[in-house]
């Protein structure tokens, strides 16, 4: 899933500066590329990302699906397949099952989801490929009108999260944002008001995991909530509701209550205020990317180069809740 499904970008879009987030292509290309394998990658923007990606010496990819059509497509778009590694696989299921098998037999460093629902391609990789942790998804998104990055979850796999499932979500994030350099990362725990309303389930799990990270359960991170939206982003907002925070202003995380939420506040921020949105799902063996097929070339190619990132580290993050 992606913060964009309805439309294709146009080929003469004018290409948005995004000085932060091109920061992490050049630090990819510090690093091998990486093996990408590509579920269900007969289609023509899914060939194209990974292209791009691969002309910028980020991926080697692994395209599976049909051959007939992949081959097809790459000789309409002016693609050379001859160093490319392509895996013929005549259902959805099939190619989902050479994926997660490329992965098991370490010839695979991250997957990408092609020209397949979300949903049906994560039921078998969590089952096949998950390590114990929760899996959550996380956007990384530049903005004009913002200071610096913001990560944005959960907008693509858990529906509903509980406060146990909250909490697993943060320390993903965190944990991506420390692996991007930011060291102590400031989580707006949002709802729809800045205080504890028992009504409001959302404010009630908030204030929870503030607790939470001052008693050192959640670790590496500033956390403040419940916070809405305009406190969180703006110390004036916060300012001017009397609200003392360390992260009004300044926060590098969103926490949304649940993934409407957060879906929504992410298309919003695209579409509203000219953000450029990267993801990522973190907690599987390995990075999963979940693109859209109007992602802009940028969106595609930041979004391997933090799975390229990740990949070099070679961790994962140890939950402490």
Same mark, same amino acid.
């Given at each position: 899933m ?15 500066a ?35 990606a ?8 692994i ?11 790459? &000789? ?8 490319i590694?392509? %895996? ?10 050479a994926g ?5 037999? &370490? ?27 929760r ?13 610096k990055l ?6 693509a796999?858990? %529906? *509903? ?5 909250? !909490? ?8 991506l ?10 989580v !707006? ?14 404010? %009630? ?11 050192? &359960?959640?670790?590496?991170? %500033? ?37 409407? !939420? *957060? ?6 921020l695209?579409y ?21 097929r109007?992602?802009?070339? &940028? ?9 390229s ?6 961790s ?6």
């Amino acid at each position: 899933m992606s913060a964009s499904q309805s439309s294709d970008v146009p080929a003469d879009a004018p290409v948005k500066a995004c000085p932060r987030l091109n920061q992490f292509i050049e630090q990819a290309r510090q690093y091998p590329p990486i093996r990408v394998a590509v579920i269900d990658a007969g289609e023509s923007h899914v060939l194209q990302g990974m292209m791009e990606a691969r002309d910028d010496g980020l991926v080697e990819p692994i395209l599976i699906g049909k051959r007939h059509k992949i081959e097809r497509l790459c &000789q309409q778009l002016g693609f050379d397949l001859a160093e490319i590694r392509l %895996i013929d696989a005549e259902t959805e299921a099939h190619a989902i099952a050479a994926g997660i098998e490329l992965v098991k037999q &370490q010839q695979a460093d991250a997957l990408a989801k092609g020209w397949i629902h979300t949903d049906t391609l994560m039921h078998p990789v969590l089952k096949e490929l998950g390590n114990g942790r929760r899996v959550s998804h996380v956007f990384v998104a530049e903005m004009p009108t913002y200071h610096k990055l913001l990560f944005i979850t959960d907008a693509a796999i858990n %529906i *509903a999260p509980d406060l146990q499932i909250k !909490a697993d979500i943060v320390e993903n994030a965190i944990y991506l944002a420390r692996q991007l350099g930011v060291q102590t990362p400031k989580v !707006a725990a949002l709802s729809a008001v800045e205080v504890v309303k028992p009504a409001i389930v959302s404010t %009630i799990d908030a204030a929870c995991l503030s607790k939470m990270a001052q008693r050192g &359960q959640i670790k590496h991170a %500033i956390i403040d909530g419940p916070l809405a939206f305009d406190n969180a982003i703006s110390a004036e907002a916060a300012s001017i509701k009397k609200i003392q925070s360390p992260v009004a202003g300044d926060v590098d995380i969103l926490l949304a209550p649940d993934l409407n !939420a *957060a879906n929504i506040l992410a298309k919003d921020l695209e579409y509203l205020a000219s953000a450029t949105l990267a993801g990522l799902v973190i907690g599987t063996r390995v990075p999963i990317l979940l693109p859209s097929r109007s992602d802009p070339p &940028q969106a595609r190619r930041v979004a391997v180069a933090l799975a390229s990132i990740i990949h070099a580290t070679h961790s994962q993050p140890a939950q402490t809740t």
